[in-house]
């Protein structure tokens, strides 16, 4: 079976108006298998946006290949082979809260009794099943994020890309979803790359945490977690010492190069 | 965040109160001041106007008002459809640009004795036509920008979820546009109703606002002719107010 996502030798500049082009990705290449959970972290500007909107194809590299799925990057999106939370929640003001979650069943001509019952579910799953018929508006900013996750839930795609999906969760509701979050993607076999700024979070969601460096954006270490599969993981693991080891290992590579990289929670 | 909407009594009071103060004012400046009629009539003599035949005044209003509702109507379906057709076709675009800030500009009631020559004097048409120009720039300017206004992160969704381009129109573009119409329609109904009321003043059958204020004028029914401005203020604030309330609606979730 080929990778979920294959990046080759993948550089990625943008033109800036009149200064120098910024070098947002630089000869990146990294694998995922199916079923991998694989994080980004590393300090705020170091292209871990820009290397997901080049999985999801909303952006194509300056040289490189981008495969997903054995397939082009283009191919994959128009198969619809995956789902993704952005750093904003984007969610459509106009529509409510199931209609929002409702919206890629809707785009793809699901059936409607089937839609119905899939956003049931997947509201219970983000726990916002009373607020079904609120407006995006009326919602927090952490409740919109999970309408928004919720939404990348929807088509139960065998790739998912989240972009600091949890960014704006309060730490309890966080937990919880991050122990939801891997159980659901080991459930469905599906292999996630999880944008994050949170060293404890990628230890315990991840298989592999790939930590990145800036200006220009490199991966400078993938760091391996071997902390079970993903199935097992519970509230415990929180506690573990094999999890604060993972957490020390992927801290160092962070500061690797003795400077406090800028824009990295340390909790 | 909306803000709290407080009670219509509390809202209407203030301004009702302040109307009530000046119409005494002015009732007794005339009284006490002798004003000349022709300069200024009381509010009384104009109320007994408005009591003496408030058919006629009614009915001049519901001519004015039908010539810019038909003008309103036209105009904007019109501005509608040439703006969704300048959001998708660039060469459109450019091209009607300019001849929509020179429509945006130009006073348009002076076309108005010309328009009379072309349909000839005992029609409305000139009228409604008038209202319709009025009311299609704004309606064209302001839903040409709102359907230029959709969120990248919008785009983005639409882009990955692979929807087509009528999809991704009917998803996000659209809905994301009707406060920009509703907007640009609410600006255009004030420019419909004078637009339809001051071209009256230019000629055409004797029956609405504008034709019968200036008759009232010219034989020298100053408090008549006052009644009927009465009329074209009413006939502005139902137009105002009700694509006013049409804007709150569609701006509700956006
Ligand atoms: N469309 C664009 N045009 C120009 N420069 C861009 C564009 N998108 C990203 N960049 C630049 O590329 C670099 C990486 O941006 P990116 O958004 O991928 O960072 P990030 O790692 O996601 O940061 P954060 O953690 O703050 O979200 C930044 O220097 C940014 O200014
Ligand atoms: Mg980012």
Redesign the interface.
Known sequence: MSDAVAIAGVTRTFATGRGPAVTALQDVSLTVAPGEFVSLIGPSGCGKSTLL?LI???DQPTSGIVSVFGKSARQA??D?D?G?A?Q?A?L???RTVAANVE??L???RVPAAERRARVAELLDFVGLADFAGS?P?QLSGGMQQRVAIARAFAEKPSLLLMDEPFGALDEMTRERMQTELVRLSAETGAAVVFVTHSIPEAVFLSDRVVVMSPRPGRIREIVPIGLGPGRERGEALRENPAFYAAVTAVREALHGDGAVPVGVENR | ??ARIASPLAVAWPPVALAVVAVAIWQGVVVLGKVPEFLLPAPGAILGDLLAHPGLIGSATLVTGLNGLVGLVVGAVVAVVLAAVAAAVRFFDRMSAPIVAAVAVVPIVSLAPVCYTMFGAASQQPRQYIAAVAAFAPVFLTTLRGLRQV?P??R??M?????SGW?ATR??TL??A?PYLFSGLNVASSLAVISALVTEYFGGPRDGLGSLITSAAATSNYATAWAYVFGAIVLGLVFYLVTLALEWFASR??
């Open positions: 909107r999801a194809d909303l999106r128009l619809q995956y993704i952005f904003q984007g459509l003001p106009w919206l890629p809707d785009l793809h407006y508006d | 965040m909306r969120r992160v919008h983005d969704l882009t990955a979820y692979a929807a999809q998803t996000v809905p994301g009707l979730r956006a």
